[in-house]
C-alpha cells in the first residue's frame, strides 16, 4: 500500500496508528475507537459529536483542561444540518485506517534523509477524519530518537489533531474548519479515479557546498515580476511555504497556516515529518486548496470556498524555514544558511514560476531588504524560469526591489553577491542594500 511500510520489520521508520496496538494506542484503543465511530453513525448529533471528541482530547495531559469545556467552534460550523449531515462519512472514513494502512504505520520522513512518502486522497481521507475526531495520539517512545509533532516536539504548527480548530472561534479557524467541511464534502463526491490519485511529501536535502554559493557565480538572474499587491496562491505557480521548522497548519493565520489550514490534504505532515534541519526543505504535491480568505494573521476571515479550476494533481508547496530573530542579517554565516535553505527548496521547482514574498519577515524578525535578495539569488542558482514576488502593499519596498532588480538585470549573481559585499563594508548609513543596488544603473527607488 502506498505511504505505509511494515511497521513490526521495520519499527525505526514508520509512526504507528491507532489500530497498531503498537505505542499510545495499546490495549483496547482500536476497539473503544471504532465502537464510537459506528455510534456515531447511527447517531450523529452534536452533543455525541462533542461527547466522543472531548473523550479522545482528555488522554493527553496538558489538553484535559480542555476536554473539560465546550468546543465553541465545532458547535458553531456544525450546528447547520448540512454540515452536521456530513459526520456519519467522516466517521465512516476513519473506520477505514485497517483497510487502508494494513502495515498499520506511516512511512517517517527522517531528518538527513532525503525521501517521499505518497499517499492516495482516500488514505489522507482517512488519516484528516481521525485528525478531526483528534484520536491520533503523540508518540513518546519515538521522542527518544526522533523528533516531529508526532513525538510531542513543541511548535505553534500542531499540535497532531484540529483541536483547536475545534475549540476556538477567531477568524483564522473559521477558515480552516470552513475548509474542512468544503473539503469532506467533496471526498463524498470524489469518484474511485479521484480517490486513487497520489498526494507526495518529499524530503529535500542539499548536502554540497557548492551549488548554492553565490561567490563568482556566472549564472544570471533570475526573470522576477515584483508586485505591489497579490498574495501567493493568485496565480497557478509553484508556492513557497514560509515554514516553521516543524512543518504545520497551526491556529493564528501565519502566511504557513493560512496556507496549509485551507489544504487539509497536506495536513497529514505533521503525523510523520520530522522537524528540518538547516539544509532541508519539504515539497507537497497534489493538495487541493478548499477555502479562501481575506486579510491575515488574526484579522484573517473566511471568504467562502475556492473554486479555481487548477491542475490540482500538479500543485507544488515548497516549504522552507527561515532564522528565527537572525544576527548580522548580511554576515557570511546567516546569508549562507538563508541561501543554502532557499536554494535546497528552489530546486525543487526548477523550470518553473514560484512565488514568493517576505520569507521570514515577520515573527521571526529577517530583514526584508535582505530576504528579498538571498531568494532572488537562490532561484536564480536553483534554475528557476521565473520568480513572482509579493510585496503585500509596501510602497517602499516595493519601489526600492524594483530599482534594484532593474540595476541587476542582465547581470550574474556573483555580481549581486559583489555589491552585496561591498555594502556591508561601508559606514553604515541610511542608504539599504537595495538602494545601493540600484544606484549602480544610476537610479534611485522608482516611484509609481
Same mark, same amino acid.
Given at each position: 500500500?502506498? $505511504? ?26 482500536? %476497539? ?13 448529533? /452534536?452533543?455525541?459529536?462533542? +461527547?466522543?471528541? /472531548? ?13 473539560? =469545556? ?29 483497510? /487502508? ?19 492516495? #486522497? ?25 523528533? !516531529? ?25 473559521? =477558515? ?8 469532506? #464534502? ?29 561567490? !563568482? ?16 496562491? @493568485? ?44 539544509? +532541508?526543505?519539504?515539497?507537497?504535491? %497534489? ?32 516549504? =522552507? ?9 548580511? $554576515? ?18 526548477? %523550470? ?30 536553483? !534554475?528557476? #524560469? ?48 537595495? @538602494?545601493? =543596488? ?5 537610479? %534611485?527607488?522608482?516611484?509609481?
Amino acid at each position: 500500500m502506498a $505511504g505505509t511500510n511494515n511497521y513490526q520489520n521495520n519499527r525505526a521508520a514508520s509512526v504507528p496508528l491507532p489500530h497498531s496496538k503498537l505505542g499510545p494506542y495499546k490495549g483496547n484503543y482500536w %476497539g473503544i475507537l471504532e465502537k464510537d465511530m459506528k455510534l456515531l453513525m447511527k447517531e450523529a448529533s /452534536l452533543t455525541k459529536l462533542e +461527547e466522543i471528541i /472531548l473523550k479522545y482530547i482528555s488522554r493527553k495531559s496538558d489538553l484535559k483542561a480542555l476536554s473539560r =469545556i465546550k468546543l465553541d467552534n465545532l458547535r458553531k460550523v456544525f450546528s447547520t444540518e448540512m454540515n452536521l449531515a456530513l459526520v456519519p462519512f467522516i466517521a465512516q472514513l476513519a473506520l477505514q485506517l485497517p483497510a /487502508l494502512f494494513p502495515s498499520q504505520g506511516l512511512e517517517m520522513l527522517k531528518r538527513g534523509e532525503e525521501k517521499t512518502v505518497s499517499l492516495t #486522497r482516500s488514505q489522507i481521507s482517512c488519516l484528516v477524519a481521525h485528525m478531526f475526531f483528534c484520536t491520533i495520539q503523540e508518540n513518546s517512545d519515538l521522542a527518544k530518537t526522533y523528533r !516531529g509533532h508526532f513525538t510531542g516536539d513543541p511548535a505553534p504548527t500542531g499540535p497532531l489533531t484540529f483541536v483547536y480548530w475545534l475549540k476556538s472561534v477567531t477568524g483564522p479557524t473559521s =477558515i480552516y474548519l470552513q475548509s474542512l467541511v468544503s473539503y469532506f #464534502r467533496e471526498v463524498q463526491a470524489m469518484t474511485e479515479e479521484k480517490l486513487n490519485e497520489v498526494v507526495s511529501f518529499q524530503r529535500l536535502v542539499c548536502n554540497d557546498d557548492k551549488v548554492w554559493n553565490p561567490k !563568482g557565480s556566472t549564472v544570471n538572474t533570475v526573470d522576477i515580476e515584483v508586485h505591489f499587491d497579490g498574495r501567493i496562491g @493568485d496565480k497557478e505557480q509553484v508556492e513557497i511555504d514560509f515554514a516553521n521548522k516543524n512543518v504545520g497548519f497551526g491556529t493564528t493565520g501565519t502566511q504557513e497556516e493560512l496556507m496549509l489550514g485551507t489544504s487539509p490534504e497536506t495536513c497529514p505532515i505533521v503525523l510523520f515529518n520530522e522537524v528540518l534541519e538547516p539544509h +532541508e526543505a519539504i515539497a507537497m504535491v %497534489g493538495a487541493k486548496k478548499y477555502g479562501d480568505f481575506t486579510g491575515y494573521g488574526l484579522r484573517a476571515a473566511y471568504a467562502g470556498p475556492f473554486n479555481a479550476d487548477w491542475d490540482w494533481k500538479n500543485r507544488k508547496i515548497i516549504a =522552507i524555514d527561515a532564522i528565527c530573530g537572525p544576527r548580522d542579517q548580511l $554576515g557570511d554565516m546567516t546569508m549562507f544558511r538563508e541561501l543554502r535553505k532557499a536554494w535546497v527548496g528552489f530546486k525543487a521547482g526548477e %523550470g518553473e514560476c514560484l512565488s514568493s514574498g517576505h520569507w521570514g519577515c515577520g515573527a521571526f524578525g529577517g530583514d526584508q531588504d535582505v530576504k528579498c535578495l538571498v531568494q532572488v539569488m537562490a532561484a536564480s542558482m536553483a !534554475g528557476v #524560469r521565473r520568480l513572482d514576488f509579493y510585496s503585500f502593499g509596501d510602497q517602499k519596498f516595493y519601489n526600492k526591489f524594483r530599482a534594484a532588480m532593474r540595476a541587476a538585470k542582465g547581470r550574474d549573481v556573483g555580481w549581486m553577491w559583489e555589491k552585496i559585499v561591498q555594502f556591508r563594508k561601508r559606514v553604515p548609513g541610511s542608504m539599504s542594500v537595495l @538602494d545601493y =543596488i540600484a544606484a549602480d544603473h544610476g537610479q %534611485g527607488a522608482v516611484k509609481e
